[in-house]
C-alpha cells in the first residue's frame, strides 16, 4: 500500500523558514516525479512545485519561485520542500504526492501557518 | 500559465440525477487533463487521468470526455458518497495548474 507522510509544518513568523519532509512507502519511489500541493483553509488546490524522478528537475509556481526548493533523496525514499521568506499568503495544508499519470497517490497533508 | 476556469462553481443536485462538471482551458492543450475528487478533511483522490480515463478503483459512473480547451467530468447517476468538491487540473504544460472547484451539493 502506497503510502506518503508529510511532516514539518507550524507555526512560523513571516520572512521565517520552514523545511517539510514526505516520507514514501509502498512503490518504488525512485521511479516517479513528486509534487508538493498546497491549500490555503476554505480555498482550493494550488501546485506549487514539482521534482523529477531522479532529482535532477525542477520546477516551480511563479508564487513560490526563489524562495521555494524541492528535492529528493531517493536512498531514504523522502521529498524534501525548502521554504524560504515565508509570507501570509503562504499559510495553507501542504500535500505531497506521487505523480504517475496523474496525482495517484496523495498525503494527508502537513499545514504550515505564517504569522506574527 | 494555463487557467482553468471550472463551472458551475455550485451544483445542487439529488441523489440518483446526472452531474455534469465543465472545466475550460485559456489555451488549448495536449489532453493531459485530470479530475480529482475531495471531501472536507481529506485530501484529494484521482478520479479521471489524459481527459477519459478512469484511475484505478473508480467506480464506472464517473467519465470524462473532451479535448483542445473544453473538458467535461460527467457523473452518470450520483451517489450519497459523490457530494464532494471536484477539481480538474492540466498536466501538460509548466506550470501545472488546477481549477478553481465545482462543489456538489445535496439540493
Known amino acids: 500500500e502506497v503510502q506518503l507522510l508529510e511532516s514539518g509544518g507550524g507555526l512560523v513568523q513571516p520572512g521565517g523558514s520552514l523545511r517539510l519532509s514526505c516520507a514514501a512507502s509502498?512503490?518504488?519511489?525512485?521511479?516517479?516525479?513528486m509534487s508538493w500541493v498546497r491549500q490555503a483553509p476554505g480555498k482550493g488546490l494550488e501546485w506549487v512545485s514539482a521534482v523529477s524522478h531522479i532529482g535532477t528537475s525542477t520546477y516551480y509556481a511563479d508564487s513560490v519561485k526563489g524562495r521555494f526548493s524541492i528535492s529528493r533523496d531517493n536512498s531514504k525514499n523522502t521529498l524534501f520542500l525548502q521554504m524560504n521568506s515565508l509570507r501570509g499568503d503562504d499559510t495553507a495544508v501542504y500535500y505531497c504526492?506521487?505523480?504517475?499519470?496523474?496525482?495517484?497517490?496523495w498525503g494527508q497533508g502537513t499545514l504550515v501557518t505564517v504569522s506574527s | 500559465e494555463i487557467v482553468l476556469t471550472q463551472s458551475p462553481a455550485t451544483l445542487s443536485l439529488s441523489p440518483g440525477e446526472r452531474a455534469t462538471l465543465s472545466c475550460r482551458a485559456s489555451q488549448s492543450f495536449s489532453n493531459y487533463l485530470a479530475w480529482y475528487q475531495q471531501k472536507p478533511g481529506q485530501a484529494p483522490r484521482l478520479l479521471i487521468y489524459?481527459?477519459?480515463s478512469r484511475a484505478t478503483g473508480i467506480p464506472a459512473r464517473f467519465s470524462g470526455s473532451g479535448s483542445g480547451t473544453d473538458f467535461t467530468l460527467t457523473i452518470s447517476s450520483l451517489e450519497p458518497e459523490d457530494f464532494a468538491v471536484y477539481y480538474c487540473?492540466?498536466?501538460?504544460?509548466?506550470?501545472?495548474?488546477f481549477g478553481g472547484g465545482t462543489k456538489v451539493e445535496i439540493k
Open positions: 504526492a506521487k505523480d504517475n499519470v496523474g496525482f495517484d497517490s
Open positions: 509502498g512503490f518504488t519511489f525512485s521511479s516517479y516525479a
Open positions: 489524459d481527459a477519459s
Open positions: 487540473q492540466q498536466r501538460g504544460n509548466w506550470p501545472l495548474t
